[in-house]
């Protein structure tokens, strides 16, 4: 990425990646990771705040923020929520914002294409369906990914990481045994790594309060994780995870990623989280006649 030699020997820089899929399971963390492998800084794209109501004025907000990634390169720049940013223009916000949207979408388009500075670009999305295919054409990004809900080694892997002891961060210690993760393993299938971290994090937050709680001659002298504390907050429903929220949005999402690469490679021991069946798509008419039926 920062060497000089490939074009000697016509391998041209890498331009970037799209990273798509079901939200919370490391796109942004990934993003982050990039610019820490590659020892560059990282550049956040907010197109909310280049766009103005003044002719003319967002385009050159444009020119100017792909400049300055330019001018800082090598770099790593991050556009979230892409499908929002570079969506197929619509008349939807009225003529002028329909033209508006054109422009500074053929000035990304032609900046992707003609750029030789090493601006890494990751792009990342929730949803692709709405992109213009040429944003997503092979050439344009050196490869689409798709995160999938995490499988069960992988779960195993993020519980190991929010649970282990880091001498250089303050947390609450946990005594959860392996048995005890193995049991959450199995009870969060179908769980984002993000509802994953929240629900460790409201555990011990529990842990917290019941300490303060509890008599000072009788506690410990710092509060310890237990396993009982993470099955409460499991049973409580405080952390209610996306295939509860929008089971049928999740399906759609994931059933569309399957057109993509997998971010994850699942060895012969893993289990990915199966997809689950479409459930009919009733009118509201419908429903309450089968409510009617039900009593």
């Known amino acids: 990425f920062q060497s000089s030699d490939g074009e000697r020997f016509g391998v041209k820089k890498p331009k970037g990646v799209l990273l798509t899929g079901v939200p919370g399971c490391g796109k942004s963390l990934t993003a982050k990771t990039i610019a820490?492998?590659?020892d560059c800084p990282l550049l956040g794209f907010d197109l909310g705040k280049i766009t103005t109501s003044l002719y003319g004025e967002t385009e050159e907000n444009m020119h100017r923020a792909l400049s300055i990634a330019t001018g800082m390169s090598p770099c790593v720049l991050w556009i979230d929520?892409?499908?929002k940013m570079f969506a197929s223009a619509s008349s939807n916000g009225g003529a002028q914002t329909h033209e508006v949207s054109q422009r500074i979408n053929a000035i990304f388009l032609k900046w992707m294409e003609e750029r030789k500075e090493a601006v890494f670009v990751?792009?990342?999305s929730n949803d692709l369906s709405g992109i213009k295919a040429e944003y997503q054409r092979t050439g344009r990004w050196d490869g689409t990914y798709f995160f999938d809900l995490p499988s069960q080694n992988e779960r195993k892997a993020i519980l190991e990481s929010l649970l282990k002891s880091k001498p250089d961060v303050n947390q609450i210690e946990s005594s959860l045994s392996e048995d005890e993760i193995s049991k959450l393993i199995i009870a969060t299938q179908g769980w984002a790594g993000s509802d994953i971290a929240a629900l460790i994090k409201e555990s011990r937050n529990m842990r917290f309060n019941l300490w303060c709680d509890s008599d000072p001659d009788n506690?410990?002298?710092?509060?310890i994780l237990l396993y009982t504390d993470?099955?409460?907050?499991?049973n409580s429903g405080k952390i209610t995870p996306m295939k509860k929220k929008d089971s049928r949005r999740l399906n759609r999402i994931r059933r569309e990623g399957e057109s993509y690469t997998s971010a994850s490679e699942y060895t012969d021991d893993d289990v990915p989280v199966p997809i689950e069946d479409e459930e009919p798509n009733f009118s509201f008419v419908e429903q309450l006649l089968e409510m009617g039926k039900r009593g």
């Open 219 to 223: 506690r410990t002298s710092e509060p």
């Open 122 to 124: 990751v792009a990342t």
């Open 81 to 83: 929520e892409f499908e």
């Open 36 to 38: 820490k492998i590659l």
């Open 230 to 234: 993470v099955e409460a907050t499991f």
